[in-house]
């Protein structure tokens, strides 16, 4: 971004979204077999896990769209799904996602501009930025790297209209060949913490400028997933000209976002119009205002 366009960038964060093209939600696209299942689904939980929740689990608990995500997810076998979703509110309880994780937790990691959400697409589904870019030469905490990611994905869940599950992702490299390398125990726990515990949230992953050493490594890893995740994953080269993909995923245009994201709520780095200046303090304050976060 240029000092003239930092001078009037967009400081205040988009999230809510204000489109009226929301798709069907999933659960109106059901058959009757999937139907039943998540019924009985739904009739198990209480059973599954009795005793006092709060108002946050509860609501999770609650939601048919929660069920049908580990039901899609372990391909709608019900006694996977089940233990696959005790897995998680065992994860949400000790990692204190729904009572103890704030803004001021990762305070040091979100001022370096890493990682937010910001906007929506043309589907009310959230844009959320992980930058690699912004960690060059900084010392950095791979916790609280992790922690934010977890707090930026509750934080756009939250702020999902109604019927949406899911988000797109935009992941930036463009300096990360100069910045302090990821260990690979933090990628592999990043990973983890995405396919276990956040199914079926991926609409799809925009990975900008990825380094051959990214390639190399979703080389490896590539037969080992399914076909919807391998569709979900795009490569996006900020230059105008193209370049070679990894043997996975696509390769696309930096303007190729633009066929599912309106130019107004898409960063000019992507190809929108979107200036925006991420500011720690204006967007946490926002996300309270919003009723995203906890006052």
Known sequence: MTAAAEKTAIREPTLRFTGNSLQPSSLDTLTADEKQLVTSFRDSVPTIFPG???PA???FLADDLTLYRYLQGEKWNLGRAQAALQKTIAWRDEYGVDSGLRPEDVEKQSRGKTNYFNGFDRHGR?????KKRNDKGEELNFKM?????????ETAIA??????????????FTLSNQAQPTPFSVAIETLRILTTHYPERLARACLVNAPTAMRLSLNLIWPFMDERTKSKIKFVNAAPTGTTPATGGSKTGKNDLLECIEAEALETTYGGTLEFEYNHDVYWQKAREEGLVQA
Do not use: T
Not at 126 to 130: A, K, R, T, V
Not at 145 to 153: A, E, K, R
Not at 160 to 166: E, K, L, S
């Open 52 to 54: 006092e929740h709060s």
């Open 57 to 59: 689990m509860a609501r």
């Open 126 to 130: 959230p844009l959320m930025y992980i």
């Open 145 to 153: 790297g992790i922690q934010l990611m977890v707090l930026v994905l």
């Open 159 to 172: 702020a999902m209209p109604n019927g949406v599950h899911q988000l797109i992702i935009i992941l930036d």
